[in-house]
């Protein structure tokens, strides 16, 4: 469903020179799986998940989705994939129903399936409360679930999350992880993106360790703990990110 | 390209402009006020200028010179009043309270020579300066009736005393137009709402998007990054178009709050036809074309909203100098120079008043759309360009 191959972003920055925000990382993801992408702030996770969205092209590698090239068919990637991130907004004097609307026609959608899928989300998402309400006056946990609904309107085959649950209350939080393990169980092929461990542990079938740009682990939780004889997965991946006590408190 | 992907940006966007209040008054209620605001100040200035005010002359008391002193007395346009000195009069045209102080010669002259009047006066005043020349009027009317009466005491013809008569004849098409304030204000008023409208929406089209996050959602959609673009950039046009209509009402609408105001606007006969209307229109609709892909282009570059709107300001400078230029290019012998009608903004603001002086020409229309289109086209291939590099997204 995902295959990734030696994808690399290289930035230029006038002050600090050449960035390498993230270099050859390679993994696959299957339909029915969740794939965690973890690692520290600015260890080029959003870079990756941007890459595969066609939001930013990579300086070398390549990537499919769905059996479509980012490099070559963007269009055909971007039918294929829903994506929620903390940078993926609202349109603050739309409503939410008017922003499905517009991002459902965007997505190529007839008005019958626009109509029925609407329906659908609502419901599911439990956004019916405030459907009427412009998006600035909805709390953070009423627009993400707005956002969850734009991302997965379209019925896509293959979902990214890029920290989904950063800044919700646990509540909230608890009910966006039940949607994505409902949508692995419907066989949508999910990338999920975040660095909190039981997240990761409860969620994903798959674990990419990224540090510093470059991939440091592939796995499952249980066989990355097995791997670096830790008691934790967050043990685990410390170790794998080479995080030293005494370098740190120094 | 998918014109239906475009229609339903510009739907959007168009939804979405006329829910935001701040833009809203910006671009039409504000303009309106404006215009209201200006025509009472038309008003006033108008009835200071055209209605019962007189210039005070005063004239330092001295025996003789009748005829003079009775033709100042019979204007209604002078208050005539006599002091007793002539340091008195100074003191009383410093204090503004005379316009223009007389000395007549205390001792006679001798026939033959010319009187010699001093007429003081302060040229840091215009109403001084005018009452001056109201004066000299006078006087020369005054001289030439002194003239006549003694050629007509030597029996000779009193057409001796004016041996050339200057007799203006008007060949314009719509008399008096060229005397109309709206001749040299509507073009401008127009180029300023057209880019006033344009600019209250612009720095959001783009860097606003960017900054809020929205821009990267409508970016992860199918929609190709060309048919987003072109979508604002039609929604941008729609709000300059709807400013400068509204800046056309308004001043309708403000010349109606004014009788004075309405003169002074609408004072030459101003017959415009169907044809020249519709070229207007034209020269009206490339002209927001071409603000709508320049700063379309200026939000895309912008890191965010400050950015785009200082952009824009500058912009707005630069668009107003040949906009406030049109003003006065009438006055100049520039006004039938083949650069004006190559140069943007200019050229279309003369083909406007060149509509409302009734004089305009196909060529006349043809120069300034052509030039307008050519410039949007460049602008909006350079702000797809912007949009289909990353930089439009991470540029922050």
């Given at each position: 469903m995902i295959t990734v191959q030696k994808l690399t972003k290289h930035y230029r920055d006038?002050?600090?020179?050449?960035?390498?925000?993230?270099?050859?990382?390679?993994?696959?993801?299957?339909?029915?799986?969740?794939?965690?992408?973890?690692?520290?702030?600015?260890?080029?996770?959003?870079?990756?998940?941007?890459?595969?969205?066609?939001?930013?092209?990579?300086?070398?590698?390549?990537?499919?989705?769905?059996?479509?090239?980012?490099?070559?068919?963007?269009?055909?990637?971007?039918?294929?994939?829903?994506?929620?991130?903390?940078?993926?907004?609202?349109?603050?004097?739309?409503?939410?129903?008017?922003?499905?609307?517009?991002?459902?026609?965007?997505?190529?959608?007839?008005?019958?399936?626009?109509?029925?899928?609407?329906?659908?989300?609502?419901?599911?998402?439990?956004?019916?409360?405030?459907?009427?309400?412009?998006?600035?006056?909805?709390?953070?946990?009423?627009?993400?679930?707005?956002?969850?609904?734009?991302?997965?309107?379209?019925?896509?085959?293959?979902?990214?999350?890029?920290?989904?649950?950063?800044?919700?209350?646990?509540?909230?939080?608890?009910?966006?992880?039940?949607?994505?393990?409902?949508?692995?169980?419907?066989?949508?092929?999910i990338i999920y993106s975040t660095h909190i461990m039981s997240e990761i542990e409860r969620l994903c079938n798959r674990v990419v360790i990224i540090h510093e740009g470059e991939l440091r682990a592939t796995g499952t939780a249980h066989a990355l703990k097995e791997e670096t004889n830790s008691g934790s997965f967050e043990e685990a991946f410390l170790k794998i990110v080479g995080y030293n006590r005494e370098a740190n408190i120094a | 390209m998918n014109w239906k992907t475009i229609g339903l940006v510009f739907r959007k966007e168009v939804r979405d402009m006329f829910r935001d209040r701040r833009v809203v008054t910006n671009a039409f209620v504000l303009p309106v006020f404006a215009m209201m605001m200006m025509f009472q100040l038309f008003g006033l200035i108008g009835s200071s200028l055209g209605g019962k005010k007189t210039s005070t002359i005063h004239i330092v008391k001295s025996a003789g010179y009748e005829p003079f002193r009775q033709a100042l007395k019979v204007d209604p346009s002078m208050t005539i009043k006599e002091v007793d000195s002539k340091d008195?009069?100074?003191?009383?045209?410093?204090?503004?309270?005379?316009?223009?102080?007389?000395?007549?010669?205390?001792?006679?002259?001798s026939e033959g020579d010319p009187v010699k009047v001093d007429a003081y006066y302060t040229s840091e005043e215009t109403t001084s300066s005018v009452a001056l020349a109201r004066v000299e009027a006078l006087f020369n009317a005054a001289n030439k009736a002194v003239a006549k009466a003694y050629l007509k005491k030597q029996s000779l013809p009193e057409?001796?005393?004016?041996?050339?008569?200057?007799?203006?004849?008007?060949?314009a098409k719509a008399k008096g137009a060229g005397?109309?304030?709206?001749?040299?204000?509507?073009?401008?008023?127009?180029?300023?709402?057209?880019?006033?409208?344009?600019?209250?929406?612009?720095?959001?089209?783009?860097?606003?998007?960017k900054e809020r996050g929205t821009l990267e959602t409508l970016m992860i959609s199918p929609a190709l990054r060309s048919e987003i673009a072109i979508g604002k950039w039609f929604a941008l046009t729609l709000f300059c178009l709807a400013s400068a209509a509204t800046s056309v009402v308004s001043l309708l609408l403000g010349s109606m709050t004014s009788s004075v105001a309405k003169k002074m606007m609408f004072s030459g006969e101003l017959k415009i036809e169907a044809g020249p209307i519709l070229g207007m229109v034209l020269v009206v609709m490339a002209l927001a074309l071409m603000f709508a892909s320049v700063q379309l282009w200026l939000s895309a570059i912008a890191k965010n909203m400050r950015e785009g709107a200082t952009y824009l300001g500058l912009a707005?400078?630069?668009?107003?100098?040949?906009?406030?230029?049109?003003?006065?290019?009438?006055?100049?012998?520039?006004?039938?120079?083949?650069?004006?009608?190559?140069?943007p903004i200019l050229n279309s603001a003369m083909a406007i008043r060149d509509v409302l002086l009734n004089k305009a020409t196909l060529l006349v229309y043809l120069g300034p759309i052509v030039m307008s289109l050519l410039i949007s086209v460049i602008f909006l291939a350079m702000t797809l360009r912007v949009f289909n590099r990353e930089q439009v997204l991470t540029r922050t």
């Open positions: 006038t002050k600090r020179g050449t960035i390498r925000a993230a270099q050859d990382i390679s993994f696959e993801a299957h339909p029915g799986e969740v794939v965690g992408l973890l690692g520290c702030n600015g260890a080029g996770k959003t870079t990756t998940l941007r890459m595969l969205s066609t939001i930013i092209q990579p300086t070398s590698g390549e990537a499919s989705v769905n059996g479509f090239s980012i490099l070559r068919e963007p269009e055909k990637v971007r039918k294929q994939i829903g994506f929620l991130s903390n940078s993926t907004a609202l349109y603050g004097r739309l409503q939410p129903v008017e922003m499905l609307q517009y991002f459902g026609r965007l997505c190529g959608m007839t008005e019958s399936q626009l109509s029925s899928r609407i329906e659908w989300v609502l419901d599911v998402l439990k956004i019916r409360d405030f459907q009427n309400q412009l998006c600035d006056k909805l709390s953070t946990g009423q627009k993400q679930r707005v956002s969850i609904a734009r991302a997965i309107l379209h019925d896509p085959p293959v979902l990214f999350f890029d920290e989904p649950t950063a800044g919700l209350d646990v509540v909230t939080s608890q009910t966006i992880l039940e949607f994505i393990e409902e949508f692995r169980a419907a066989g949508k092929c | 008195k009069g100074l003191d009383e045209l410093k204090a503004g309270k005379a316009r223009v102080v007389l000395v007549f010669p205390a001792d006679a002259v057409s001796v005393a004016e041996a050339v008569i200057l007799k203006p004849q008007d060949t005397e109309s304030i709206i001749a040299q204000m509507l073009p401008y008023i127009l180029i300023m709402f057209i880019f006033a409208g344009g600019m209250a929406v612009a720095s959001d089209l783009v860097a606003g998007e707005n400078l630069v668009v107003l100098m040949p906009a406030i230029f049109s003003q006065f290019v009438g006055m100049t012998d520039a006004v039938r120079s083949v650069w004006i009608r190559f140069t």
